[in-house]
């Protein structure tokens, strides 16, 4: 039988283990201090929380270091020093898991006209809304119960979240509002600057796994505020997504080039792209079934009434004074809100890329709801 004795040899090492422990915390500690004062520094100049591009760069570093087990170790990294999605929410969201469960369920969706149909299709039905961005903060909150969420931060999240089957945001080819514009070819972007639209998550990261993995090339990446005029000032390239994207589709500047990333990933892969898909926290699902079940029906059948009056649903959008009915026709018949065998096929190819650029843990893979296939 081993005893306290036969490790004596290694007391020393130990130590030394432990002195080396005790550093580390402390370094992480410092870490999060200064990650914290830079988040406060951008958001009050009006910046966004997080920055990709910035993250990416960190995830790689790690990876480098360490290989495979490098990305979750970032992962873990960031995680602590600037928290998850709506982490220094946490001590709220305790308090929301101690109300009475016989309340509704709270649903969300983004404000962007991607979510137009299943919108028109819930009518008066309360409703939380915002950016992709807030509405994953949200989610992982506890603000809502089930909402959609861009598939970089549920991928991100996966071991918190369930995906509801059969219904995503996404594009088999064409999407227009998920868009690179360039001012010449994407081959001259090699070594250039590429500015990526704060609002964007998954369509950030689909643009710099085409551009390096697809077209081959080697650029900086670098998050701004969404507003391209302001982005290409100081850049070769810019990713926007959304209505902004949208605007500037419809209606393109001269001298610039459109290039729809739904159809760059298409073309490339023979997969539709699934920018979004809707989600339930694994907590949520596993206290209240029956209310997700409910909730996921509801939604299913939104989306099949918006899509089925797509003429009446482009007049409620055009009503912003932003697009006219025909534009956003012609944009939501590009949207595909299906999840079938494909739609998952481009999902785990978009996960496999997306782990070896570092950008979400090896193996993330989207589980349902009710555990369906």
Known sequence: MTTQQDHAPVTPARSRIDDLDAKLIALIAERKRISAGIQRDRIATGGVRTDTARELEIFRRYRTAFGTAGSALGSTVLEICRGRLGAERDQAALERAKEPDTRPLRLGAFTFANCGAVRWGLGDRPLETGSPEAMAAALLAGEVDVAPISLVEYLRNHDRLLALPDLAIGSDGEVLSCQLFTRGPLADLEGGRVALGSTSRTAALLATILLTESVGVTAEYRVEPPVLADMLRGADAAVLIGDAALVETLHPRP?????????????????????????????????????????????LEAARQGVRQLDAVAESLAGSGLFTREEMSRYLATLDHTLGERHLAGIRHFAKLAARHGAVPEGADITFFGGAA
Do not use: E, K
Not at 273 to 298: E, N
């Open 255 to 299: 001298g610039l080039r459109v290039h729809d990333l739904g159809t760059l990933w298409r073309d490339w892969t023979g997969l539709p792209m699934v920018f979004a898909v809707w989600a339930v926290r694994r907590s949520t699902a596993a206290r209240r079934p029956a209310d997700v079940s409910a909730a996921h029906a509801t939604l």
